[in-house]
Each structure stands twice: as structure tokens, then as C-alpha cells.
């Protein structure tokens, strides 16, 4: 029979349970930190300039170009643009046709949205509050991804992401690997 004054020798059973699993997350944390990092490289005008000549000297005036747009608070989007010796032949917006010369969804339309953001970051009032980053095809410079993460209040962030690149001289440019 147990002594009622005596003194406990083992722990109480809950710390012998928040230890480890405090530990266990605390694990779990650092390695989705690691794994799960955004690698994107921040974008500088430089960089963009480079891509862009770089587009010019080895990319073509005729593609297509399908991309999705992520928005902060609102569905995924979808944009395709077919373009002939650098101009618009159709272009579709969530798979509704669209009509006019608004041609933000081609290369060089993403390129000016670029420039734009690096220079509206360029402010005083968002240069702390706003990261451009971008990732570009290394053989031809067009965009694979384009990212504006924004604390700023009343402004969004967004993810506009290259799904599909093919030109009729040189097939599909990206995804690569697809026959």
C-alpha cells in the first residue's frame, strides 16, 4: 500500500506529454521552415532589364502563353494571349474571349507589369511593406513567375504563375518536357 505522506518519484503524467510534443513541433516547425521556404529571388531592375533583352535577342513573336493569376481573398484565375509577329490574336480571361489590345498577359505586357511594381516599390511608403520576386527561363529570359507580396493596408498580393509556353517554331517552350 502506498505511503499517502510520502514523496512522488515520477513526474506528473501531463509533462511527461507537453515536453515531448513541444519538442516534436517545435521540430516539425524548423523543417517546414526549411523545406517549404520561398526560393523565389527577389526581382531588381537589373535583373529585369537582363530578362528582358534577353527575351528580346532569343524569344519569339509568335506564342501562345497561358497563365494563372492568385490574387490575396479570391479564386485563381486564368489568362491565355496567341500572338502573331507581336501582336494580340485572341486572348481569354477565366475561358471568356476578351476583346480590346489590354495585352498585360503577354511577355512583354508581364515585363511592364514588373517594371511597374519595381517602381511603385520604389516609394517611401511601401518599401518595407512590399517584396517582388521572380523566377525566368535562363536559356530565352521570359517570366515563370511573378510574385508581389504587399502588407501594405489596402493593397494585395498577388502570384501571377506561367503554365504554358509554346511558340510554332520551337514547340513548348515551358512546361519543358512535355512531348
Do not use: H
Not at 521570359?142 to 502588407?151: A, D, E, G, Q
Amino acid at each position: 500500500m502506498p505511503d499517502p505522506g510520502g514523496v512522488k518519484t515520477t513526474a506528473n503524467s501531463p509533462l511527461k506529454i507537453i515536453v515531448p510534443v513541444t519538442a516534436l513541433c517545435l521540430l516539425v516547425g524548423v523543417l517546414a521552415f526549411v523545406l517549404l521556404a520561398d526560393r523565389t529571388p527577389k526581382l531588381d531592375l537589373e535583373i529585369l532589364q537582363a530578362k528582358r533583352a534577353l527575351w528580346s535577342a532569343k524569344g519569339s513573336g509568335d506564342y501562345d502563353i497561358s497563365i494563372r493569376i492568385k490574387v490575396d481573398r479570391q479564386d485563381e484565375s486564368s489568362a491565355a494571349v496567341s500572338v502573331k509577329t507581336g501582336k494580340i490574336l485572341s486572348q481569354s480571361y477565366n475561358g471568356l474571349e476578351r476583346s480590346g489590345k489590354e495585352d498585360s498577359y503577354t511577355i512583354e505586357g508581364l515585363f511592364r507589369t514588373m517594371e511597374r511594381e519595381l517602381n511603385l516599390a520604389l516609394d517611401a511608403d511601401e518599401k518595407n511593406s512590399t517584396v517582388l520576386k521572380a523566377e525566368f527561363d535562363a536559356q530565352r529570359g521570359f517570366p515563370l513567375v511573378f510574385k508581389k507580396l504587399t502588407t501594405r493596408q489596402g493593397a494585395r498580393s498577388y502570384v501571377i504563375r506561367l503554365a504554358e509556353l509554346r511558340s510554332e517554331s520551337s514547340g513548348i517552350l515551358f512546361p519543358t518536357g512535355q512531348p
